[in-house]
Structures are given as C-alpha cells and as structure tokens.
C-alpha cells in the first residue's frame, strides 16, 4: 500500500483507538515470549505491569512495528496493520523504549531538531514552535542549549518523552520510562505522562507497582507471555487482598522470609527491613503492594504452618491448608493482612 492509498480514517478528526487480536511472539529459539494476547486501547494511560522476563518489551515492540508478532494482528482505528502501511502506521506512533540514549555532543535543540526533520517536520517555522513548546512541557526550556552529556539521567528521559512527542503522535508507548531514576525524577515523569493523556493513548511499561498506582487508570498484567489481568489497578488490589502483606523483618531472618514468600519490595528503616510479600506464589497480582504497613517484626520460622504433601512427597496447597494458613497469620500481632 503506497502513502497515498493508505486507510483514509488513519488520517481523519477524531479519537484514536488500537486493538490487538491473539497476538503471539515465539522466536526462533523457540520461546514463546507472547501467548494469544488480546486488548483494545483508547486515550488514557494504561499501565503494562509484570515482572522481568514476563513479555512487557516483546509486546510494546510489536505493537510499535519493531517485531512482528507470529500470529495475531494489531489494528489501528480498526483497520489492520500489515507490511505495506507499516511505515505510515509507525509515523502515528511516539516510542521511548528502555535503553534510550540522546546524541551526548547535542544540545537538547539539536537533539530534537535532528528527530523532527526526520520525522518530516519540514517547516522551519513550525518545527521551531513545537521543539519550544516540547522543552517547556517536559520542564527543559532552561536548559535547551546544555549538551546532553552534561543531563542527569532524569533529564536525559525527558529529553526521549520530548522525541516521542515530536508531531503529535495519537499513541505514546514508553518502556520502563522510570528505571534509575530518583523519587522526584519519577514524580515529574508520571505528570508528564499525566498531562500528555488527555487525546492520546499511553502505554508505559514497568514493573515498579508504585508508577502504576500513582499514573494509571487501567492495568494490563503480563505473567509468563500470558495477559493475566485486564481492569482498573482498585480492582487488580481487591483481588490481592489477603494474599499481600507488609511487615518488619529482621536482617538475619530475610534469608528465610523470602525463601517462604515472594517478597515484592524491601525498604531499610531504623526499626528493620520493611517488607512487601506474597503468600501464595502462584497469585499472579503478586506485584501489587499493600497500603498499609506493620509495627513490629516477625519470625518468618514461626510465621506459617507448614503445607500438607502430596502423594509424591510434594507440597500440596489445597483450600483447607490456605484457610488453616490464613488463620494463623492473622493472629500474629505484627503482621497486617492487605
């Protein structure tokens, strides 16, 4: 399909949408990074939430055209893309992918002077407007003529979430945008986010559950290739309740805390580790912390029964031992239940 036969609503007023069909990734090695997976996207932010190794990166590079998937479709305002409009689908399209790394010898201007007329902008006029408005929307304007190098990592995302925006693209998707960056560099990045949303849709990848709670409002759950979980992040934490706690632990016992549990997050505090875990390692809504936290440590020696085996000398985790489980855990005085 030639530019000048491409599906006319791609072009036309109006609010995009993106729907993906079954879409599977198996490379030649034979793992299946992506399993049948199925969603439709509108303009928001949604959150792509799993831990490494779960697809997030297979998938954001599907649908960016990057990889093409073995089977399934990604379709765009409902006409399918395929080879022959790829490259007129891919110009609707703002991508920060994880390992971004600005030219260090530009100045962020020249950076995004380079990447606007690749992307066509031929307007000098023009070109120059957005390029100010862009800096002045990630909060760079003061330091557009600074060479990139001199950028704090913070600064230098800002400068790939400025790229991304270059000629207003309808779809924004961003891979693990908030990785090495501080507290208040992660803030100022989700309001970024936040601010771009309103017409477009956005799609960022993490696994850091706090970036979703605090950006998102739909989550999709990637587990294995597999899309686990499809809804708002209030829901996806309904479902964790009881099955995620939060809790001190001491140094010495951390060993065996985490052999017993899946532990999400740890944070040092005066008093001990703070901890975030799951009790059941199967739950798929293990990333998803508690909001609550506890007062006093606990052993994790003494903290749960031990599990029945089956048969075969495995352990056996029927409803009867969660239950017996779940009652012993919710006598112990420091430790909260989400």
């Known amino acids: 399909m030639s530019v000048f036969s491409r599906p006319p609503v791609w072009s036309a007023p109006g609010l995009p949408d993106l729907a993906v069909r079954s879409l599977t990734k198996t490379y030649a090695s034979g793992h299946t990074a992506l399993s049948a997976v199925s969603f439709e996207l509108t303009p928001g932010i949604t ?3 799993g831990p490494n190794g779960a697809g997030k990166t297979t998938l954001l590079r599907s649908l960016t055209g990057l990889l093409e998937p073995t089977r399934g479709s990604v379709s765009f305002r409902g006409v399918p893309v395929s080879a022959d409009d790829l490259a007129e689908y891919r110009i609707r399209i703002g991508f ?6 600005a030219y260090p010898d530009f100045t962020a201007e020249q950076f995004l002077e380079h990447w606007a007329l690749e992307r066509g902008m031929n307007d000098a006029r023009a070109r ?3 390029i100010d408005q862009l800096l002045a929307a990630v909060g760079l304007a003061e330091h557009a003529r600074r060479k990139v190098r001199d950028y704090s990592g913070g600064m230098r995302q800002r400068v790939g979430i400025a790229r991304a925006l270059l000629g207003a693209p309808p779809i924004l998707i961003v891979d693990e945008p908030t990785t090495g960056l501080d507290i208040e560099s992660r803030g100022r990045f989700r309001q970024i986010l936040l601010e771009q949303a309103a017409d477009r849709i956005v799609l960022f990848s993490t696994h850091t559950a706090s970036d979703i709670e605090a950006a998102a409002s739909r989550i999709l759950l990637l587990h294995r290739g597999r899309l686990r979980f499809d809804g708002a992040p209030e829901e996806l934490i309904e479902r964790a309740r009881g099955q ?5 632990v001491a140094d010495a016992e951390l060993a065996a805390f985490s052999h017993r549990y899946r532990v999400t ?6 008093e001990g580790l703070h901890v975030r875990a799951v009790a059941v390692r199967e739950t798929p809504s293990a990333a998803i912390p508690s909001s609550r936290t506890s007062k006093k440590p606990i052993s994790p020696k003494s903290s749960a029964p031990t599990p029945p085996r089956d048969g075969n000398g495995g352990r056996k985790r029927s409803r009867s031992w969660t239950g017996e489980w779940r009652k012993r855990l919710a006598k112990r005085p420091g430790l909260i239940l989400a």
Do not use: K, M, S
């Open 47 to 49: 959150g792509l939430l």
């Open 96 to 101: 920060l992918p994880q390992e971004f790394n």
């Open 128 to 130: 120059r407007e957005e």
């Open 244 to 248: 995620v706690f939060a809790t001190l």
């Open 265 to 270: 997050a740890r944070v040092r505090r005066l």
